[in-house]
């Protein structure tokens, strides 16, 4: 896909990303997430997301929250490990206003005291309800396993106690740290010319100061595999499996994105539940993920079945992991995995709003973005030998951690 590149003098970088459609997508994504906070500040960069949408110097909540969504726009946010995320969709004639108001938001938010009580409540009510979600608290506990005393490990919403104490300084301390100029990309896909974007993206951030990044991230240690059980007010055991994994500059990156695909990935048709769900009836869910990310990644698998089922899809899933390495994946049925992966990634991109933050974040991650022909041609690479040492290395049974949250009783 055709698109173009032009950096600030502060450093901050604009992508610009032709489409001949009635409808644009814009987005500003910063290099800074939850792993970048101190420990008593859990929570802090997805707190300061939620924050920039309640006050800035000239708006109040309802001015900013009006300002797109009064012209039929959608506008929204996210924070990760690593990123904080502001995006939009909109009609073709209301890019000048997008981009103003992610200026507005981002760099003139005034974090009010009354505001920020307030939205400590939604905060601590989002934690209440994950937490009232075992299918979805299991994966964070189990990060915090696998990534044992590292802020990678933390759950990004953070505690209660650490939320509750996040005050007004420690707020403009992190973002004076973490919001460097040349770790922010604003990237439009739209029907207009490089010329506009460009005005338009210089017109609302060539004055923002230079804030250059210049320290390096503490990376992760490897660290042992444990098996964690407990005991919980729930009516179906939930079982999480995995480790430490590759980061996004792994030489086998993709072959295990492919290997992630074809053993539980998207579809009804991978390994796992043809074995586990359809062959033996064991668990409704069972899926598997590979998410890399600078300086590590991490591979697991979930399922959740009845108390009395556990140790048999632990099994089932075992014993299909002990084939697959000592079974090695032959030429034709590996092209197989390739041409399901390669066909899911091109109907991806008919998600435009993804597509372009998925762009905007390889730029940040790599300096560059491949076109769909080099992302084919880079899985087409892989050989059943990489293939069958991903496998060997991240199925081994005696390196993955595992947790449990068995129902009472």
Known sequence: ????????????????????????????????????????????????????????????????????????????????????????????????????????????????????EKEKSVVLDEIASYLDQPEEAIYDDFEDLVFAGHPMGRNILGTVDSVSNITKKDILQFIKDNYHTDKIVIAVLGNYPLSKVVKTGAKYYSEIPANLYSHTRLAPRQTIAVAKTFSKPIQQAHVMMGMQAYSLHHPYKTGLLLLNNLLGGTGMSSILNLQIREKYGIAYTIESSYSPLSDTGIFSLYFGTDKEKVSKARSLILKEFKKIKQNPLTEIQLQKAKNKFIGQIALGEENRIGLIIAMAKSLLDYDRIDDLQTIFGKIQAVSTTDMANIANEILDESNLTSLTFYPLG
């Open 1 to 116: 896909m055709e698109y173009n590149v032009h950096t600030l003098p502060n450093g901050i970088r604009l992508l610009h990303v032709p489409a001949a459609s009635a409808i644009s997508h814009a987005c500003i994504i910063i290099n800074s997430g939850s792993r970048d906070e101190k420990e008593y500040q859990a929570g802090l960069a997805h707190f300061i997301e939620h924050l920039i949408f309640k006050r800035t110097e000239k708006r109040n909540t309802t001015q900013i929250l009006n300002r797109l969504e009064s012209v039929g726009a959608d506008l929204n946010a996210y924070t990760t490990k690593e990123y904080t995320c502001i995006h939009a969709s909109f009609l073709n004639p209301y890019l000048d206003r997008t981009l103003e108001l992610f200026n507005d938001i981002v760099f003139h938010s005034v974090f009010p005291e009354d505001e920020m």
